[in-house]
C-alpha cells in the first residue's frame, strides 16, 4: 500500500520541477530496497533464516543459534555452575561469568583461564571455565547436530560438544548414556573423539568409540564441522561430511535395545580443564584458552 501511494505521488507531481521528482524518486526507491530487504530477512515460522545449503531434501533445520547477538540466549542456553569436576578430577571451576563466555562479532566464546577463583560454595580452584546445555530448552530425540568451532590447544586442556540425557530413564550414568559428539585432548592438536557411554551405572558402564585425524594443520588453526547423525538404532559421526564412524551396538541394563540411545537428550558444549583423561596442564600449557562456536544447528530427519 505504502508503495502504491509513493508511485502516486510521483506521477501526480511529473509536472513539477525536476528538484521535486528527484526527492520523490530518492523516497521511493529508499522505501522499495528497505521493505524489500525485510521480506527478504523475515524467515519462516520457527524464525530460522538460514538453512544449511548442504542438508538437501534428508533433514530440515528445525533449531539453531547462530550468536548473532551480543548475549548467550538465555532461552537457549544454560550455565552450569559448578566446581564439583564433572566426576573426572577436572580442575576447573565452571562460572556464569562473561569473563569465561560471551558471544561477540557472531561468535560464542567458552575461555578457560589459570586464575584461583573462589565460588558461592566456597570451593576454590585454580582454574575457570564455562559448561553451557540446553537442558529443557532443547531436548531431542533423534536427529542431526552439527557444530562449527575452532578448539584451544595445550596440555590439559579438554573441549568437548556431547549430549546428555534430559531425564536419565534408564538411571544414572552410564546407564540412561552418553553421546560425544566431539572431544579432543589438547596435546593432540590434529585428532577428535567421538564415544558412545552406555550399560550400567556406574563403574558397571563402558564405552565405545574412534577417532578422526587431521591429514594436515590442527584443529585450533581453523574452524571444523562436527556432525552426530543418530537415527533408531544408528549413530554416525562425522568432520567436516566425512564420515569416519557408524555404531549400531550398545545395550542398557535399564532396558532392550536400542536403549538408551530412545530418549531425549540435550547439546553441551565446555571447556574442561585437567582431568582423568587429558592429565592436568603443565609448564607449556599457555592461557587463556577459547572454543570459538561459529554456529550449533539441529536438524530432523525428513519422512
Known amino acids: 500500500m505504502l508503495l502504491r501511494r509513493l508511485f502516486l505521488y510521483f506521477i501526480l507531481y511529473s509536472g513539477e520541477t525536476w528538484i521535486i521528482k528527484k526527492y520523490i524518486s530518492i523516497i521511493f526507491i529508499t522505501v522499495f530496497f528497505a521493505i524489500g530487504c525485510q521480506e527478504d530477512n523475515s524467515g519462516d515460522e520457527n524464525g530460522i533464516t538460514d538453512p544449511d545449503p548442504g542438508t538437501g531434501d534428508e533433514w530440515t533445520l528445525v533449531w539453531q543459534d547462530e550468536f548473532e547477538g551480543n548475549i548467550i540466549d538465555p532461552f537457549k542456553w544454560e550455565h552450569e555452575v559448578n566446581s564439583y569436576g564433572g566426576g573426572n578430577n577436572e580442575l576447573q571451576y565452571y562460572t556464569n561469568r562473561g569473563y569465561n563466555s560471551y558471544v561477540s562479532d557472531g561468535y560464542l566464546n567458552i575461555i578457560a583461564r589459570k586464575e584461583v577463583y573462589t565460588g558461592s560454595d566456597n570451593e576454590t580452584r585454580s582454574y575457570t571455565s564455562a559448561r553451557l546445555r540446553t537442558l529443557n530448552k532443547g531436548d531431542w530425540l533423534y536427529g542431526k547436530f552439527s557444530v562449527r568451532a575452532k578448539m584451544p590447544y595445550g596440555k590439559g586442556l579438554?573441549?568437548?560438544?556431547w549430549m546428555l540425557?534430559?531425564?536419565?530413564?534408564?538411571g544414572v550414568w552410564a546407564a540412561s548414556g552418553e553421546i560425544d559428539?566431539?572431544?579432543l585432548i589438547g596435546h593432540e592438536t590434529d585428532k577428535v573423539y567421538g564415544t558412545l557411554h552406555y550399560g550400567g551405572e556406574y563403574p558397571n558402564n563402558t564405552h565405545t568409540g574412534d577417532f578422526f585425524t587431521l591429514d594436515s594443520s590442527t584443529f585450533a588453526a581453523d574452524f571444523h564441522v562436527f556432525t552426530v547423525e543418530w537415527e533408531e538404532g544408528e549413530i554416525r559421526w562425522y568432520v567436516d561430511d566425512i564420515l569416519y564412524q557408524t555404531q549400531?551396538?550398545?545395550?542398557?541394563?535399564?532396558s532392550d535395545y536400542p536403549a538408551p540411545f530412545d530418549k531425549r537428550f540435550h547439546l553441551i558444549l565446555n571447556v574442561a580443564v585437567g582431568g582423568n583423561w587429558p592429565g592436568n596442564p603443565d609448564v607449556s600449557t599457555v592461557f587463556p584458552q577459547t572454543m570459538v562456536v561459529d554456529w550449533v544447528r539441529v536438524y530432523k530427519k525428513n519422512n
Open 158 to 161: 579438554w573441549p568437548a560438544i
Open 165 to 170: 540425557p534430559s531425564d536419565y530413564d534408564y
Open 181 to 183: 559428539i566431539m572431544e
Open 248 to 254: 549400531t551396538d550398545w545395550y542398557s541394563v535399564g
